[in-house]
C-alpha cells in the first residue's frame, strides 16, 4: 500500500499475478534461438580445426588456437557485454552482439588464410560472450515459482543447437567443406536480427532506471498477449519502496532468496554506475564470497565441458596416436561424425537429470555430484580403451557435465539483485571462457597428437 493507501505491487507482484504464458514462450523461442547460436558455434570448434589444420597444414598449436581465440573474445564479451546490459538495457547489449556474431561469423567463411580466420573467430567469441545477457533477460520474465522450470527448458535450446551442429557438420563436411559449415553455422544469430524489433526490454530493468511508464506498457502488453489481467493498483519502483521503508521484494532483489543462497543479502546500487563500480560491487564484502565461488564453479565447469568436446572428437580421430595401428589404418579419413553425433545425445538425459534434481536437492548439491560422477566416468580413458568403451564413457561424462553446467545456469542470476545481474554472470562467464581458452592449450601437450607422414597432402607432421 502506498502512504495513502492506494494498493502498490511490483514487477515481481505482476509476472506472478499474471502467470506464466503465451508471451513468455514467444521471449523462450527469440532467448532459445541465441542459446541455439552459441551452441553451435562452440561445437563447431570440435570440426573445423582439423579440416584446416589438414587444408593449410598447421602445426598441433596452431590447430588449438583456432579455439582458443574464441575464448579470448568470450572473455571479453562476456564482461563487456555484461556491462552494457546493466547500463543500457538488456535489448541493446544482445543487439550489439548478434551483430558482431552474424557478421564475423559469416565473414570467417571468407577467410583466405589463417590470420583472418583467427582474426575472424576471436570477433565471433567477442559477439558470443554475450550469451549470458539473454539468459538474465528471459529469466526477468518469469514468475518466481518457475524459473528453476523453466531455465532447465531454456538450457534445452543449448543441447539442441550442439546435436543439431553434429548432425549438421556429418552432412555438409564431407560434401561441401567446412566454410559453408560457418556460413550454415551463423544463421541463428542472424534470425536474432530479423526479430529484434519485436523484443521487449526487460520491466525490471525499466523500473530500475525509474522508467515506470515503460515499465507499466510492457507488463500490459504481457498481460494483453497472456489474455490475463495486471493487478490493481499502481506499479512502483525500488526506490520508492525503500523510502517507504517497507521490506517487500522489488526490481533490485535477488532472484533467489538469501535464505537458499546462503549469503547475505546485497546493498543494493546505483543503476548508473559504471562497469568499474559494478565489478568493485561484486567483490562487495556481502557479495564477494559467492562471485569468487561461482567464478571457481565456471572456470571447472566450461574447462571440463569443453574438454569434453574436443576429446570426443580426438578419440573419435583416425588421425591421433592413441589408437593402436592396425585401428589407424581403418579409420584413417579424420573425425568420426558418426560417434560424434551419439555422444552428443548425452546432453539430453543430462537436462532432464538436472531438471529432476535442481530443485529436489539443491543447486549446489546437484553440482557436486555431477562433478564427481563426471571424473569417474573419465577415469578408465587415460589408458586406451575400445572404441564402444570410449564411446560409453565419454556419453556418461557428457550427460554429467551437462546437468552441472545446467544448474550452474540456473544458479548464477539468482544470487545477485537486478543491477548487477548481466555483469555478475557476464564476469562469472568470463572465468569460464578463460577455462576454455585454457582447455585446447593443455590438450595439445596432454592429448594424442597427429599421425606423422601421411600421404593425403595435408601436410601434417
Known amino acids: 500500500m502506498g502512504e495513502d493507501g492506494t494498493p502498490t505491487f511490483t514487477v515481481d507482484d505482476a509476472l506472478l499475478y499474471m502467470g506464466f504464458g503465451k508471451f513468455q514462450i514467444l521471449v523462450l523461442a527469440y532467448a532459445g534461438m541465441g542459446w541455439i547460436s552459441e551452441a553451435m558455434e562452440m561445437m563447431l570448434l570440435s570440426f573445423i580445426g582439423p ?256 574438454g569434453l568436446v574436443l576429446l570426443t572428437t580426438e578419440l573419435h580421430n583416425g588421425r591421433n596416436t592413441c589408437h593402436p595401428e592396425a585401428l589407424r589404418s581403418k579409420n584413417h579419413d579424420g573425425v568420426s561424425y558418426k560417434d560424434v553425433f551419439i555422444t552428443t545425445f548425452a546432453e539430453f538425459p543430462g537436462l532432464l537429470i538436472s531438471a529432476y534434481s535442481v530443485d529436489r536437492y539443491g543447486r549446489k548439491l546437484s553440482m557436486a555430484v555431477m562433478f564427481f560422477l563426471c571424473c569417474l566416468f573419465l577415469l578408465p580413458l587415460v589408458v586406451h580403451q575400445p572404441q564402444r568403451l570410449t564411446t560409453g564413457l565419454l556419453f556418461g561424462a557428457r550427460i554429467c557435465i551437462t546437468a552441472s553446467f545446467t544448474v550452474m545456469y540456473i544458479y548464477a542470476p539468482e544470487i545477485y539483485p537486478t543491477s548487477v545481474r548481466s555483469t555478475g554472470v557476464g564476469t562469472a562467464s568470463s572465468m569460464g571462457r578463460i577455462g576454455g581458452m585454457v582447455c585446447p592449450l593443455v590438450a595439445v601437450g596432454g592429448m594424442c597428437t597427429s599421425v606423422p607422414g601421411r600421404d593425403d597432402g595435408s601436410g601434417l607432421e
Open 51 to 306: 579440416a584446416v589444420q589438414a587444408l593449410w597444414g598447421l602445426t598441433s598449436h596452431q590447430e588449438s588456437l583456432i579455439t582458443s581465440v574464441v575464448f579470448v573474445g568470450m572473455l571479453v564479451g562476456a564482461y563487456s557485454w555484461g556491462v552494457v546490459s546493466d547500463k543500457y538495457g538488456r535489448r541493446k547489449g544482445f543487439l550489439i552482439t548478434a551483430v558482431v556474431t552474424s557478421g564475423a561469423g559469416f565473414l570467417s567463411a571468407l577467410s583466405p588464410n589463417y590470420i583472418s580466420l583467427i582474426v575472424f573467430r576471436c570477433l565471433v567469441g567477442l559477439g558470443l560472450g554475450g550469451g549470458p545477457v539473454l539468459c538474465s533477460w528471459f529469466l526477468e520474465f518469469i514468475p518466481a515459482p518457475n524459473r528453476g522450470t523453466w531455465m532447465v527448458v531454456f538450457q534445452a535450446f543449448w543441447t539442441f543447437g550442439t546435436i543439431f551442429e553434429a548432425s549438421l557438420a556429418w552432412f555438409v563436411m564431407p560434401r561441401f567443406g567446412w566454410r559453408w559449415l560457418l556460413v550454415l553455422s551463423a544463421i541463428p544469430s542472424s534470425v536474432l536480427l530479423l526479430f529484434y524489433v519485436f523484443a521487449p526490454e526487460s520491466p525490471r530493468y525499466l523500473c530500475l532506471e525509474g522508467r515506470k511508464e515503460e515499465a507499466l506498457v510492457v507488463l500490459e502488453k504481457i498481460a494483453r498477449i497472456n489474455g490475463a489481467k495486471l493487478p490493481s493498483g499502481v506499479l512502483v519502483s525500488e526506490n520508492e519502496i525503500e523510502l517507504a521503508g517497507k521490506n517487500v521484494p522489488t526490481e533490485d532483489t535477488q532472484l533467489l532468496p538469501p535464505e537458499d543462497n546462503g549469503y547475505e543479502t546485497p546493498m543494493q546500487m546505483n543503476p548508473k554506475a559504471g562497469g568499474i563500480s559494478s565489478l568493485l560491487h561484486l567483490l562487495s564484502p556481502e557479495l564477494v564470497r559467492s562471485t569468487i565461488l561461482l567464478w571457481i564453479v565456471f572456470f571447472g565447469n566450461a574447462f571440463s565441458y569443453y
